[in-house]
C-alpha cells in the first residue's frame, strides 16, 4: 500500500470551476518562457536510458541546446516486485559531440506492488527569468510504489547551468478525491493555494481532519532550495508548481465524474 494516507471523511465537495489550463510546452509563447522545437530523434552522441518520451532544442547565450525526457517500467522479477525510472538530460549541440550540461535519474527499486515514474510533459519549462540569455531547464514527475489509488510523490526540478538545481517536493492530486454516491458529489480535502506549513495546517483543522501529515495532495514540504536562489526562480517554480497541481485536479476530478454520469445514464436509457 502506499504511504500515503487517502482522507476520508464529512468533506466539503471539490470545487471544479476556476481552474486553470496548463498548456503543451510545444506552444510555448514569448512571455510565457522560450520557444522549443520538438525533436522525434536525438543526433548521434545524445545518451537516451529507457524510452524517449520527448525531446526539445532552444538557443540561447549557450548556444544550441537539447533536452531529452525518457522513462522506464520494467517487467516484474521472479520475486514480483517491480523497478522503474526516469531519466533526463541538458546537452549543448556544439563542437564535434554533443555536451552534457547536466543529467536527472530517479528510480524505485525492487517495489513490491506497483512501481511508476511518468513525466509530466506540462512541467516542462525553459525560461530566462534574469534577462540574460542564460536559461534555466524545468521538468517535474511523479514518483509510486503503490498498490491503491492515491497521491504521488511528485517533484518539481529546476536546472540552471551545469551545478545550480532548486527543487519543490511534495504530493499530486491522483485519489485526492473520490465520487460519494450518497452526496451525489465529489468529496476529498480541496486543491490548497498555498503551501505554508501555517496554511496547510489551518485547511486540516477546517476540515477537521486528525492526524494527517504534511504535505497535503496537491502541496510540497518546503522552500529550502531557494533560500540563497533569485527571488524571480521560486517565484517562476510556485506559479509552475500550482498551475500542474490545478490541472491534475481537474483531470482527476473529470475522471471521477465521467463513469458516474455515463452510468446514470445507463439507468435513464429506454
Given at each position: 500500500?502506499?504511504?500515503?494516507?487517502?482522507?476520508?471523511?464529512?468533506?466539503?465537495?471539490?470545487?471544479?470551476?476556476?481552474?486553470?489550463?496548463?498548456?503543451?510546452?510545444?506552444?510555448?509563447?514569448?512571455?510565457?518562457?522560450?520557444?522549443?522545437?520538438?525533436?522525434?530523434?536525438?543526433?548521434?552522441?545524445?545518451?537516451?536510458?529507457?524510452?524517449?518520451?520527448?525531446?526539445?532544442?532552444?538557443?540561447?547565450?549557450?548556444?544550441?541546446?537539447?533536452?531529452?525526457?525518457?522513462?522506464?517500467?520494467?517487467?516484474?522479477?521472479?520475486?514480483?516486485?517491480?523497478?522503474?525510472?526516469?531519466?533526463?538530460?541538458?546537452?549543448?549541440?556544439?563542437?564535434?559531440?554533443?555536451?552534457?550540461?547536466?543529467?536527472?535519474?530517479?528510480?524505485?527499486q525492487h517495489c513490491?506492488?506497483?512501481?511508476?515514474?511518468?513525466?509530466?510533459?506540462?512541467?516542462?519549462?525553459?525560461?530566462?527569468?534574469l534577462g540574460d540569455?542564460?536559461?534555466?531547464?524545468?521538468?517535474?514527475?511523479?514518483?509510486?510504489?503503490?498498490?491503491?489509488?492515491?497521491?504521488?510523490?511528485?517533484?518539481?526540478?529546476?536546472?540552471?547551468?551545469?551545478?545550480?538545481?532548486?527543487?519543490?517536493?511534495?504530493?499530486?492530486?491522483?485519489?485526492?478525491?473520490?465520487?460519494?454516491?450518497?452526496?451525489?458529489?465529489?468529496?476529498?480535502?480541496?486543491?490548497?493555494?498555498?503551501?505554508?506549513?501555517?496554511a496547510q495546517q489551518?485547511?486540516?483543522?477546517?476540515?477537521?481532519?486528525?492526524?494527517?501529515?504534511?504535505?497535503?495532495?496537491?502541496?510540497?514540504?518546503?522552500?529550502?532550495?531557494?533560500?540563497?536562489?533569485?527571488?524571480?526562480?521560486?517565484?517562476?517554480?510556485?506559479?509552475?508548481?500550482?498551475?500542474?497541481?490545478?490541472?491534475?485536479?481537474?483531470?482527476?476530478?473529470?475522471?471521477?465524474?465521467?463513469?458516474?454520469?455515463?452510468?446514470?445514464?445507463?439507468?435513464?436509457?429506454?
Open positions: 500500500m502506499n504511504s500515503v494516507q487517502l482522507l476520508r471523511g464529512p468533506l466539503r465537495p471539490v470545487l471544479m470551476g476556476l481552474l486553470m489550463t496548463v498548456a503543451c510546452v510545444t506552444s510555448v509563447r514569448a512571455e510565457q518562457g522560450v520557444a522549443l522545437t520538438p525533436l522525434d530523434q536525438v543526433p548521434e552522441g545524445v545518451e537516451v536510458r529507457g524510452k524517449q518520451v520527448a525531446a526539445y532544442t532552444w538557443d540561447d547565450r549557450q548556444g544550441k541546446n537539447l533536452l531529452v525526457l525518457a522513462e522506464q517500467v520494467g517487467e516484474r522479477d521472479d520475486d514480483g516486485t517491480q523497478s522503474a525510472f526516469v531519466y533526463a538530460a541538458q546537452y549543448v549541440l556544439s563542437g564535434e559531440r554533443p555536451k552534457r550540461v547536466w543529467m536527472l535519474y530517479d528510480d524505485v513490491e506492488f506497483d512501481a511508476g515514474l511518468r513525466f509530466d510533459r506540462a512541467a516542462t519549462r525553459v525560461t530566462d527569468l540569455g542564460n536559461t534555466q531547464a524545468t521538468v517535474g514527475y511523479s514518483r509510486a510504489c503503490t498498490s491503491d489509488v492515491s497521491p504521488n510523490e511528485f517533484k518539481l526540478i529546476m536546472h540552471v547551468g551545469k551545478s545550480e538545481k532548486y527543487r519543490l517536493r511534495g504530493l499530486d492530486r491522483v485519489g485526492a478525491s473520490w465520487w460519494d454516491e450518497d452526496a451525489g458529489a465529489l468529496r476529498g480535502m480541496p486543491l490548497p493555494t498555498d503551501c505554508s506549513v501555517a489551518a485547511l486540516v483543522s477546517q476540515y477537521k481532519e486528525q492526524g494527517t501529515e504534511l504535505p497535503l495532495p496537491g502541496c510540497y514540504g518546503d522552500e529550502k532550495d531557494f533560500a540563497k536562489a533569485p527571488d524571480s526562480y521560486l517565484a517562476f517554480m510556485r506559479q509552475q508548481w500550482f498551475a500542474l497541481m490545478q490541472q491534475q485536479d481537474a483531470d482527476w476530478s473529470q475522471s471521477q465524474a465521467q463513469p458516474q454520469a455515463a452510468s446514470e445514464d445507463d439507468d435513464t436509457a429506454p
